[in-house]
């Protein structure tokens, strides 16, 4: 791609789930990342806090307390998520294995 100034231009990918394989449709330059929403200040969203659960304390089955224990099951379609978010970072940031058809549920926890 070619300068833009200051920041690298990045590459961005628009991918179809429609196929038996996916199939990428659009490859494009872009500039930034949002960093996604959960960089936002804490003070925007505290007061809508419903609960804060300790880690050591957390009982639901879905909890992931470290990189080390994430993981995708399968339950005939529906597909389990037990992930991690540490600010921009997701983990597992590949997930392979979903069909067509597939419901999957993402359970992270930060």
Do not use: C, W
Not at 21 to 49: C, N, R, V, W
């Amino acid at each position: 791609y070619l300068p833009t100034g200051p920041e690298l231009t990045q590459s961005a990918h628009l991918y179809s789930l429609s196929f038996s394989k996916m199939q990428l449709l659009l490859d494009f330059p872009t500039t930034g990342e949002p960093h996604y929403a959960q960089a936002i200040p804490a003070s925007l969203i505290l007061d809508k806090q419903i609960r804060t659960v300790a880690l050591a304390e957390n009982k639901d089955p879905y909890v992931t307390r470290s990189e080390q224990d994430v993981k995708v099951e399968r339950s005939g379609r529906v597909v389990h998520v037990s992930m991690t978010a540490i600010r921009s970072h997701f983990m597992p940031d590949n997930i392979e294995g979903i069909q067509l058809g597939d419901t999957f549920k993402f359970h992270v926890t930060n």
